[in-house]
């Protein structure tokens, strides 16, 4: 049964994330199927033969495609404003296939200094290996993004707000003068999720998501996604994902679609909680340094209020005993539990230090403001009365 696709695209983004691209089988079902199928058959041979010129626009294999997969790319192409989506296996899948699809040996790519710790390994360790060479900035220094830019360079990879400084980059600026460079610009987007900021209005090429996080958000499944003009995803994707197998399950995908509907709701409840506890913490002592985007006091506030429509799930703070006082908090929490995960429905918390940042030396922490003391808070659903019970109980012992 055929959908009309394109006319959803007029839809509100509610609409979107419950029934955006959903297609029925012929037995009329209410919620959208999993078809747990690595192949497909063929009427015929002479079938075959077409499907595999690309004559046929069909199912093939479900490392290249498949109806389920095919339902959670589509609708999250329409919440994002994008023209193509490809779903991966994870956000990390997401990150290295968008990057190795379009760098070569002896190009360059620019990224920011304060980025997930295997989007650092990939930028900093992975690529070089292969020719590519990779410049960092400060990513909220636009006089070295002039800098580094001043140069062709033929990626630019930034994540805004970043994991777990919660450093916001000029989006727009950075965008015109990746342009000039000649370079495409990925944006990490995890943080802000699909609901809160839309790098394409800003300029972005693609735009990669973990939906480990938020979009499932309940801590069920991994899964990735890319999504970028028609031209990036056939050209450039889809003959590297087809070639080297980053799929994503069809299973997942289908949690990945449940997790879809009700993305609004959770971020706005996240979003919500998130500051109600930003705010109390603002009041706590032992703290040297708050970071929540939608606080007058984070540094970058104007540029996260140009950008995004609210604060997101996080909260990163330092505490003034260092890793010991860290270490103590983290352990007398009863609610909260201590996870790198983040974007989940249970709040989480965890030591970038000593975890999520270990690989990283000293000094290179140091540069983004990762110190001993630092821990990052992923604010759930949960009662917001109960977790800030947790949290005061947990200073105060
Ligand atoms: C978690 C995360 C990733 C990696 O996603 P996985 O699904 O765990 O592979 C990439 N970027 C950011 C900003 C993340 O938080």
Redesign the pocket.
């Known amino acids: 049964m055929s959908i009309d696709y394109e006319s959803q695209r007029d839809w509100d983004p509610q609409t979107q994330m419950v029934r955006g691209a959903t297609e029925r089988s012929q037995f009329s079902e209410t919620n959208e199927a999993i078809f747990l199928s690595s192949g497909y058959v063929y009427e015929s041979a002479e079938e075959a033969e077409k499907s595999f010129k690309g004559e046929l626009e069909r199912y093939v294999y479900s490392r290249f495609r498949n109806p389920t997969v095919s339902m959670f790319e589509k609708r999250l192409a329409l919440i994002e404003g994008a023209e193509e989506c490809r779903a991966m296996a994870?956000?990390?899948?997401?990150?290295f296939a968008a990057l190795a699809s379009h760098l070569s040996a002896g190009q360059r790519l620019v990224a920011s200094r304060a980025?997930?710790g295997?989007?650092q390994y990939i930028c900093a360790e992975l690529l070089p290996r292969f020719g590519i060479k990779t410049d960092f900035v400060d990513g909220a220094d636009l006089a070295q993004w002039k800098a580094a830019l001043a140069t062709p360079a033929h990626a630019v990879f930034l994540?805004s707000p970043?994991?777990p400084g919660l450093e916001m980059i000029d989006l727009k600026a950075v965008c015109d003068l990746a342009h000039q460079a000649g370079a495409l610009v990925v944006v990490?987007n995890?943080?802000a999720t699909p609901i809160l900021q839309k790098p394409f209005k800003f300029g972005a090429d693609v735009v990669?998501?973990?939906?480990?996080?938020h979009i499932d958000g309940q801590g069920r499944c991994?899964?990735?996604a890319v999504l970028s003009s028609k031209q990036f995803i056939v050209d450039k994707l889809t003959p590297f994902m087809r070639h080297t197998g980053p799929s994503l399950s069809p299973f997942n995908a289908w949690v990945l679609l449940k997790g879809l509907e009700t993305l609004d709701l959770r971020v706005q409840r996240h979003c919500e909680n998130a500051l109600t506890i930003a705010k109390a913490l603002e009041k706590q002592k032992g703290i040297t340094r708050l970071l929540y985007p939608w606080l007058p006091s984070h540094p970058q506030h104007n540029l996260a209020k140009a950008q995004m429509t609210a604060g997101g799930s996080v909260i990163s703070f330092e505490l003034a005993g260092g890793k010991e006082a860290a270490f103590r908090l983290l352990n007398r929490l009863r609610i909260i539990d201590i996870s790198n995960?983040?974007?989940d429905a249970k709040s989480l918390i965890c030591h970038p230090a000593t975890t999520t940042h270990q690989r990283l030396t000293p000094e290179d922490r140091a540069h983004v403001g990762i110190t001993d003391g630092f821990v990052r808070l992923s604010v759930g659903l949960e009662s917001v009365d109960d977790l800030l019970a947790d949290l005061n109980q947990a200073f105060q012992s």
């Open positions: 994870s956000g990390m899948a997401a990150v980025i997930f295997s989007c994540e970043s994991n990490d995890v943080f990669v998501y973990s939906a480990t996080k991994l899964g990735g995960n983040l974007g």
